[in-house]
Structures are given as structure tokens and as C-alpha cells.
């Protein structure tokens, strides 16, 4: 059968980020701890057979990290413990952590390398701001509306005096609105037009290592590759 692992460490931060994909290998069967009981509150040991799994990287939390596996149908989740603060080099640079501050048997060291490649520069026509224009406009506030409930004049009644009473519940809504106000004035409107902006794409390739320890041996590696490409300016011309 087919076997389905998902480790669940660190990148830049512990703080949430994106998960990565990527393969599990497992020299000889490891014992970890994994969450049992409600919430996963408790722990229970679990052994992971040699072979290869496929895997994934997923932080939960500023101190945790999950290594998430689905052996013979069944989930588990094995939690890695990581003090808050601690960071995973972006780019370059490896990180230890030891098993008594994971809380699992073994030491975790991620060793995270990069390359970049750039591409030729190519062109676009994007718009851009040619001149700002003094141009004379009013600008008008709506009116608001306001409305209360009052006495029904079938309950209320004048006496010699002229003093009204209103006696019983019914009531009609009476409202009042307040007209608009306009202000006018100069303002500078931009006037847009047309430039020609140079550009070249820059593509980071990056290869995280994730090896787990006993001693100097490692017992279980995970290899995880990804790439990004950003596009930056270098270089306009006038805008016309």
C-alpha cells in the first residue's frame, strides 16, 4: 500500500506561512510522539517504517509545527515544539533544534540554498501621469433624511387653553429633510498619458533540506524545491 506522509515544520518564522510540498525519506523506522485524545492534548508513540512518502511542509503556529501522516488509512499528527522567534534562513543558512526543546526523540536541522537566474529585459506601454490640470468643479453632498414617530392626531385633543393631549399608542412617522450642500472650487486633475517601461524577471529557485537526528546519523530526510519569479523595472522612458 501506498504510504502518505505530511511533515509539517518551519519557514522564515514559525509564524503561519505557505505549505511545501515535496518527499519524505525514511532511512530506518523512527518512533515519534504523536497527538492522540481530545484536541490532540495527549500523546502517543507511534514508529514510522522505512520507505519513501510523499510530504508536505505545513507550520500551524509561532511554537508548533505538525508532522501530519496518513499510514494504513489513518491520519496522525506529530507535533515539533519551536520557540517562538526562532526563524528558518529565507534563503541561505541551516537551523538546529534539538529534541528536548521539539519534544520529539530526535534533533531537527533544516538547511535551506538558493539560486537566481534573470531573464533579457522586454518592454510594455503602461500609462503614466503626464501633467496635472487646475479645472473648476462643484461637488455636491446629498441631503439626509431624518424620521420619528409622534402621536396620531386621532388621539390628540385641544383644550380651551390650547394645550394639546395625546392619550393612546397609535403613531404616524413624520419626516424632515435637510437639503444637500454643493462646494466648488480648483483642484488639480491629472492628465495621463503613455511611457514605454522596461522590465526583467528575476526567478529564485530555493531547496529546503529538512534531516532528522539521532546523534550524527540522519534517519529521515525531507526535500522540498520550489521557485518564485518577480518582474522589476529597470528602466523608462519620458512620458508622453
Do not use: W
Amino acid at each position: 500500500m501506498k504510504k502518505f506522509a505530511v511533515l509539517a515544520l518551519i519557514a522564515m518564522s514559525v509564524v503561519a506561512c505557505d505549505s511545501m510540498k515535496g518527499d519524505l525519506s525514511v532511512k530506518n523506522a523512527i518512533t515519534v510522539e504523536k497527538k492522540s485524545g481530545f484536541l490532540g492534548r495527549k500523546r502517543e508513540s507511534v514508529t514510522i517504517e522505512e520507505g519513501q512518502y510523499e510530504a508536505v511542509l505545513n507550520p500551524t503556529s509561532k511554537t508548533n509545527v505538525n508532522l501530519v501522516m496518513k499510514v494504513n488509512g489513518k491520519k496522525i499528527k506529530v507535533p515539533f515544539s519551536i520557540e517562538e522567534g526562532t526563524r528558518l534562513p529565507t534563503y541561505d543558512g541551516e537551523l538546529l533544534v534539538s529534541s528536548s526543546e521539539s519534544g520529539q526523540p530526535y534533533d531537527l536541522k533544516i538547511e535551506t540554498s538558493s539560486t537566481s537566474s534573470r531573464s533579457g529585459r522586454y518592454s510594455r506601454s503602461e500609462s503614466c501621469v503626464l501633467r496635472y490640470d487646475s479645472v473648476y468643479r462643484c461637488h455636491t453632498t446629498p441631503g439626509e433624511t431624518e424620521c420619528r414617530d409622534v402621536p396620531s392626531p386621532s388621539n390628540c385633543s385641544r383644550d380651551d387653553d390650547g394645550v394639546v393631549t395625546c392619550t393612546g399608542n397609535d403613531t404616524r412617522q413624520v419626516c424632515h429633510t435637510r437639503p444637500g450642500t454643493t462646494e466648488c472650487g480648483y483642484e488639480n486633475v491629472p492628465v495621463y498619458g503613455s511611457q514605454i517601461v522596461d522590465y526583467e524577471d528575476v526567478t529564485t529557485y530555493t531547496h529546503v533540506l529538512a534531516s532528522l537526528l539521532e546523534g550524527s546519523s540522519a534517519m529521515a530526510k525531507f526535500n522540498h524545491s520550489r521557485s518564485s519569479t518577480s518582474s522589476h523595472s529597470v528602466g523608462s522612458s519620458p512620458c508622453y
